[in-house]
């Protein structure tokens, strides 16, 4: 039985090359604070974690609607930006 393509990716430890702290506010920065707030680096260990191909997003705005964390529980989220800018500095976007 011959893997699928997700499959190998999930086997394969997917390691960053290096990190940054987001400057501003950006869709992607956007969409990786909802990742970080929901115990994730970003949307490739979230995939690799939860076994899924997709993530849910608001159709309107392509940011993330809905995560399942690591203890199970959801975190839904807005069709509106929800990262203030005063949390932009936490935010970190990882380089593959």
């Given at each position: 039985?011959?893997?699928?393509?997700?499959?190998?990716?999930a086997?394969a430890?997917?390691?960053p090359?290096?990190?940054?702290?987001?400057?501003?506010?950006?869709?992607?920065?956007?969409?990786?604070?909802?990742?970080?707030?929901?115990?994730?680096?970003?949307e490739a260990?979230?995939?690799q974690?939860?076994?899924?191909?997709?993530?849910?997003?608001?159709?309107?705005?392509?940011?993330?609607k809905?995560l399942?964390?690591?203890?199970?529980?959801?975190?839904?989220y807005d069709?509106?930006?929800?990262?203030?800018d005063?949390?932009?500095?936490?935010?970190?976007v990882?380089?593959?």
């Open positions: 039985k011959a893997l699928s393509l997700s499959g190998v990716m086997k430890d997917i390691n090359k290096s990190i940054h702290a987001a400057k501003k506010w950006s869709p992607d920065v956007e969409n990786l604070y909802r990742f970080q707030q929901s115990g994730y680096r970003d260990e979230y995939k974690v939860r076994q899924v191909d997709t993530v849910e997003r608001w159709p309107e705005t392509g940011f993330v809905k399942q964390r690591r203890d199970n529980t959801f975190n839904y069709k509106q930006r929800e990262c203030d005063k949390e932009i500095h936490k935010v970190k990882y380089v593959y």
